[in-house]
C-alpha cells in the first residue's frame, strides 16, 4: 500500500504556487522595476495586487486541505 505524506504533498504544492505566481509577476515586475516610458505603472500595480489575492486563495486552500485530492483541487487554476 502507498501512503502519502501530506505535509510533503503540501510542501511540493506550494512551491509549485511560488513557481507560477512567479511566472504570473514577470511583465509587471519589467514595469514597476524599470519604470519603461508609456507603460501604466498604477495598472501594473493592480494587477499584482490581482495576482497576490488569487495565490493566497490558493495558499490557504493547500493549508487546509487534508488529503492529496485537495491538495491537487487546489493547484487546478495554476
Known amino acids: 500500500m502507498i501512503t502519502i505524506n501530506i505535509n510533503k504533498a503540501k510542501a511540493i504544492a506550494h512551491e509549485r504556487r511560488r513557481d507560477a505566481?512567479?511566472?504570473?509577476?514577470?511583465?509587471?515586475?519589467?514595469?514597476?522595476m524599470k519604470q519603461i516610458p508609456g507603460a501604466d505603472a498604477t495598472a501594473a500595480e493592480q494587477a499584482r495586487?490581482?495576482?497576490?489575492?488569487?495565490?493566497a486563495l490558493i495558499q490557504e486552500t493547500i493549508d487546509?486541505?487534508?488529503?492529496?485530492?485537495?491538495?491537487?483541487?487546489?493547484?487546478?487554476?495554476?
Open 64 to 78: 487546509l486541505a487534508t488529503d492529496v485530492d485537495g491538495v491537487k483541487s487546489a493547484l487546478e487554476g495554476i
Open 21 to 32: 505566481r512567479a511566472e504570473e509577476f514577470k511583465p509587471y515586475d519589467e514595469i514597476i
Open 49 to 55: 495586487s490581482d495576482i497576490r489575492l488569487k495565490y
